[in-house]
């Protein structure tokens, strides 16, 4: 039994994947990654043990952070070990109200990542709440009974989203709907008149992330999203068709990009047979839905 599959077993039930809008849920066993970084803010959630956070996994006499609740911010180093049962890991686009939230929400704030939520209980409940079945998504009418109850335990109290720039939330919608648009900065830049060395300022200082990064991580969010859609256990072509799709240059390019930045395969994720949501903001198809937005003829190759 390799490590996948006996991190399942602990459970008894499978792992859950989850896009709705901007955002991603995974819930599960934790997988027991290696250090790594997210390209956008990450909330980790134990739904049945509390995690160890390394405070920084290149010093391990830096030692851990023993914590029910952690919201890592994006581009930080780290790792969490964690043990048997369940755990929740909820990706968030920089401009969503709810990460406004968290943070406002946290007692504890560090450079790093975010401590002491108030409102943890809440945001636990809803999630051990989500259906782990495909059917149990499958009906429109129901979808927003299990959406509605993590969405104002994220929020907490309503905080207005934060406007930022509207150059790059231009730039963010389309990179997220579109994720292999082809145009690099100097193609952004001359599209929202603006030059290209501001336009980089802008993106790192409204998402905390360069550019290349930011585009990375739409890529491999939707390549994931679509080889999972496709089955359980999918082959090396389904990660190359959606590798492809995504706007990367092929499955080596998303495995290497991949255990970068989750710090485990896409190979090792697909084994657990996740059930796989995708409510797209538009039209919340559900189960693996494609965009709807225009495919361009070309990919790009690089980061």
Known sequence: ???????????GCAPLLLSWGTRALYLGPSLRLSA????VAVLAVALDAPFELALDPRRPQAGH???TAALIEPNRLH???????????????PFSSELKALRARCAEQQADACFALAGEDALRTALRHLPRSATAWADEATRSQHLAPLEAALLGEAIPAAKGDARVRQLVTCLHAQPDDVR?????????GVSESRLQHLV????????????LWMRLRAAVLSASGRAAGSTGADLTRAALDAGLAGSAHLSAAFREMFGMS??????????????DAESTATHGARSSAPRHPHTQTGY
């Open 1 to 11: 039994m390799d490590r996948a599959e006996a991190t399942l077993s602990e459970t």
């Open 36 to 39: 790594h970084r997210n390209a």
């Open 65 to 67: 952070r023993r914590c």
């Open 79 to 93: 790792q969490i070990n964690a043990g048997a049962g369940d755990y929740a890991f909820i990706y968030l686009d």
């Open 184 to 192: 690099d900065l100097a193609d952004w830049a001359a599209a929202l």
């Open 204 to 215: 790192k200082q409204e998402t905390g992330l360069p550019f290349r990064r930011l585009r």
């Open 266 to 279: 896409p190979t090792a994720l697909l084994a657990l047979a996740p059930v796989v949501v995708q409510i």
